[in-house]
T-cell receptor, first 115, second 117 residues
Framework: DTGVSQDPRHKITKRGQNVTFRCDPISEHNRLYWYRQTLGQGPEFLTYFQNEAQLEKSRLLSDRFSAERPKGSFSTLEIQRTEQGDSAMYLC?????????????FGQGTRLTVV | AQTVTQSQPEMSVQEAETVTLSCTYDTSENNYYLFWYKQPPSRQMILVIR??????QNATENRFSVNFQKAAKSFSLKISDSQLGDTAMYFCAFMKGYGGATNKLIFGTGTLLAVQP
């Protein structure tokens, strides 16, 4: 399967714990995005990587959130000291660079539940 | 800042019928792209159709077509000959045009479409 894959698919954690999610983009895609989707809402942009460089972060990304893409391939999103408000679906997407309007390919997401 | 509004939280259509999903957006940009994405239950989001703002011709992909009204900032999706597999959440999304932009998507809140047999 050459699509975007995310791991784990589901994560239940206790409030205050740290969690880390992984995203493997389509191999030739140099652009990688993280979005957060809560119930009844559309996905909201969190952060963007071009290769290994994190070029944009949303104001939604508090200092408890950190994302990396160390070799320009897979990416990780870590949430420290989780709060109940962090419960959401975390989506990863990747796309080719170049001209605008390129299609973003999404993974199936990681559903986080903070109890 | 750009915003995308989908005013129909849920819609229902009979199999083989035609349905139109509405989307309006607000932007001061002149160069941008609009998208409709489909998110089936428990499956990943996939692109349905894309429209470049500088193109006057409405985009079409098989049974899916759009009505793009740039002056009105309206971008509706028409699904013809609806099929059971079209049941999904549909998101309208905006992307700024290229020019150092991140190509991030700004989504509406979605319309849940149910196709009835």
């Amino acid at each position: 399967d050459t699509g975007v894959s995310q791991d784990p698919r589901h994560k239940i954690t206790k409030r205050g714990q740290n969690v880390t999610f992984r995203c493997d983009p389509i191999s030739e895609h140099n652009r990688l995005y993280w979005y957060r989707q809560t119930l009844g809402q559309g996905p909201e942009f969190l952060t963007y990587f071009q290769n290994e460089a994190q070029l944009e972060k949303s104001r939604l990304l508090s200092d408890r959130f950190s994302a990396e893409r160390p070799k320009g391939s897979f990416s990780t999103l870590e949430i420290q000291r989780t709060e109940q408000g962090d419960s959401a679906m975390y989506l990863c997407a990747s796309s080719l660079g170049g001209s605008g309007g390129t299609e973003a390919f999404f993974g199936q997401g990681t559903r986080l539940t903070v109890v | 800042a750009q915003t995308v509004t989908q005013s129909q939280p849920e819609m229902s259509v009979q199999e083989a019928e035609t349905v139109t999903l509405s989307c309006t957006y607000d932007t001061s940009e002149n160069n941008y792209y609009l998208f409709w994405y489909k998110q089936p239950p428990s499956r990943q989001m996939i692109l349905v159709i894309r429209q470049e703002a500088y193109k006057q011709q409405n985009a079409t992909e098989n049974r899916f077509s759009v009505n793009f009204q740039k002056a009105a900032k309206s971008f509706s999706l028409k699904i013809s000959d609806s099929q059971l597999g079209d049941t999904a959440m549909y998101f309208c999304a905006f992307m700024k045009g290229y020019g150092g932009a991140t190509n991030k998507l700004i989504f509406g809140t979605g319309t849940l479409l149910a196709v009835q047999p």
